[in-house]
């Protein structure tokens, strides 16, 4: 394990620490139950994972509140590698949480779009599963969240960050860039969230052939569209002016002093704080024993 592998380990366990901590304060002035850990009972590859905590009632009544679907874009090639361990991991707090894939798996189970696989197939595959879940789940959920199969989600923070909206404003929320389209677009590594009358208006956009395939950059596709349809690009940083989306992984964010010619500072639409809340997303890929971790001590996951 590397030095920064390793400082992220350590900073990931202060801030469930950190977190468990504010959620036991909140827990005692509330006087709900002390929220615990329950006893193991399943098991994911010989590792005990404890079951969801039945008496966290701020999150379950976020829960109610706050419903996000998330659907992860995946791949045939991904499912035993990587989409797993989202099906395991955060996965599990979205409302639903659906896969999205060329074609169906019914084992995984994964929806099949239709589509060819590769980069190039981005945008068209992001149309298609929209198209879906707006036929199919739109009055079951408020929220409509988009993942990489390499993304780790806090959901319970999500909740919280849009509970301040309502979704019947035209609105999403990502990691804001600002190129491209006047009010920039949100970068497609960090996911995004659209509002239910965001989905709306994206799906009508194409409907009402407001919005075409432009493109296979399906996140500056989709801010073109959103733009056209008169969708908010949203601002979701933190109290303190810290943004809470990430597009790259956990290492890169906390590490000391972006390289200030690399394009990041130049994309960013917000100026960027160093010190990075570890509020929502992380780019997973290769950190398997972080989220591992996370499953394993907080209360949530
Ligand atoms: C379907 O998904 C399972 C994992 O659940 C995987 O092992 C299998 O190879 C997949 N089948 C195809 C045809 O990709
Ligand atoms: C979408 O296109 C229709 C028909 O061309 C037009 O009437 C409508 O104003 C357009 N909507 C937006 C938001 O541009």
Not at 14 to 42: D, I, N
Not at 213 to 230: A, F, N, P, V, Y
Request: glycine share 6%.
């Amino acid at each position: 394990m590397t030095a920064i592998q390793c400082s992220w380990l350590i900073a990931g366990c202060g801030f469930c620490v950190g977190f468990l901590s504010t959620f036991y304060l909140a827990s005692s002035v509330m006087k709900v139950r002390e929220p615990h850990v329950q006893e193991a009972s399943w098991k994911y590859k010989n590792i005990e994972i404890p079951t969801i905590s039945n008496n966290d009632h701020l999150s379950k009544d976020l829960s109610r509140k706050v419903r996000v679907l998330c659907w992860i874009m995946t791949a045939p090639a991904n499912l035993d590698t990587r989409t797993i361990h989202l099906k395991y991991s955060w996965t599990r707090h979205c409302n639903i949480a659906l896969f999205m894939s060329s074609v169906t798996n019914e084992s995984f189970p994964t929806i099949g779009l239709g589509t060819k696989e590769g980069r190039d197939q981005l945008y068209r595959k992001t149309i298609r599963a929209f198209q879906i879940v707006h036929k199919h789940y739109y009055e079951k959920a408020d929220w409509f969240l988009r993942a990489d199969d390499d993304t780790y989600i806090v959901v319970e923070n999500l909740r919280w960050m849009l509970s301040n909206y309502t979704p019947d404003q035209p609105v999403y929320f990502g990691k804001r860039f600002k190129p491209f389209a006047e009010q920039g677009y949100m970068s497609g590594g960090a996911g995004f969230v659209l509002s239910k009358e965001a989905l709306n208006r994206f799906v009508e956009g194409f409907q009402k052939e407001n919005c075409t395939h432009t493109t296979s950059l399906e996140d500056i596709g989709l801010g073109q569209c959103m733009e056209k349809m008169g969708v908010i690009a949203g601002d979701s940083r933190d109290t303190e002016q810290r943004e809470t989306f990430h597009p790259f992984t956990p290492d890169y964010h906390i590490k000391e002093g972006f390289d200030k010619s690399f394009w990041y500072w130049r994309y960013s639409y917000y100026p960027i704080v160093e010190a990075s809340s570890l509020m929502i997303i992380s780019k997973m890929y290769g950190f398997e024993t972080l989220q591992k971790l996370l499953s394993f001590f907080s209360p949530f996951y």
